[in-house]
């Protein structure tokens, strides 16, 4: 069964010039085990793919049942140099939470 990664958590995310952070925080602590499983850096290296270029990097935090992702030149140069409307973060987040994983 696939479920979407917003059903079983909820992200922040932050932008400092060309690079994205975000974080994928399970809401109930026994998801978590799902989320390292399944959302990798090469999972969501793919599912981002017309947003992130460059490498992805993941961080497990499993004491906040969270893992981390810095996304390096994902932000068509970063706030100040992008011709694009709104290239910050912030505004990436939810594309994680669109991802599909098996549940």
Known sequence: MKIKLYDIAHSRAG???NTLTLSLIAYHEED???LV???TAAAVKSHLQKIVSGEITRYELP???ALQFV???ALLGGVTTSLS???HGKTLSFALLE???EG
Do not use: N, S, W
């Open 99 to 101: 991802m599909e994983i």
């Open 63 to 65: 004491h906040l049942a």
């Open 71 to 73: 996304c390096q030149d």
């Open 85 to 87: 409307l709104d290239p």
């Open 32 to 34: 978590y085990t799902l």
């Open 15 to 17: 932008d400092k010039g």
């Open 37 to 39: 499983e399944k959302v």
